[in-house]
């Protein structure tokens, strides 16, 4: 292939994506994932598409689950195609997929942050009870930790920018334009 074709010429199964997702990463996304999945040829390449401002990380991480176990397999080729956002857990699905196998439209923009969690604790009944409320909250602050780590560090595998770079960054929402996730291998190639 010469150097004076474009990506898509280069990519064109990129064109037309077998499974498109888009909106909030929630339970109808998985859905409508699932449904897709069934839809799709059963052999050959598979490229699925996402646009999202994000949504439930674990939604995200079951659906890259999925995609991983079927990878293992059928020894398949699967590939991403990210459009116009891959905010929040957008990004943990694109991280279920080696960074050679990702791509970004023009103009899309990834935002990778650390997981956000809203809740509040009620201390009341026995004291003897009070310590393990405590306890179960903060390991459940711990294990989301862990798990988001987790996430970080298949997002920069094989990429240009390192754990600690993005761990650093995430607090502050981290905007990455799709010519800069590319040079910093974070994907293969913008289209």
Do not use: C
């Not at 499974?19 to 490229?47: C, H």
């Amino acid at each position: 292939m010469s150097d004076s074709q474009s990506p898509l010429q280069r990519y064109p199964l990129l064109a037309t994506p077998h499974l498109r997702l888009q909106g909030t990463v929630d339970d109808a996304m998985y859905q409508s994932f699932r449904d897709q999945l069934l839809a799709a040829p059963s052999d050959g390449p598979l490229v699925i598409a996402l646009s999202t401002l994000g949504g439930d990380p674990e939604v995200a991480r079951l659906m890259a689950d999925e995609l991983r176990l079927l990878r293992e397999a059928t020894g398949r080729e699967l590939l991403f195609l990210g459009k116009v956002a891959v905010y929040s857990a957008g990004a943990t699905f694109m991280s279920g997929f080696p960074a050679d196998k990702r791509f970004l439209t023009r103009g899309t923009r990834l935002m990778l942050h650390e997981r956000q969690m809203h809740s509040s604790i009620d201390l009341s009944g026995p004291l003897r009870m009070l310590p393990a409320i405590l306890k179960a909250k903060l390991n459940e602050i711990e294990h989301s930790i862990a798990i988001e780590e987790e996430g970080f560090r298949a997002l920069v595998a094989g990429a240009r920018v390192d754990f600690e770079e993005l761990r650093r960054r995430a607090p502050y929402n981290w905007y990455i334009e799709a010519e800069e996730a590319r040079d910093l291998g974070l994907v293969l190639d913008v289209i």
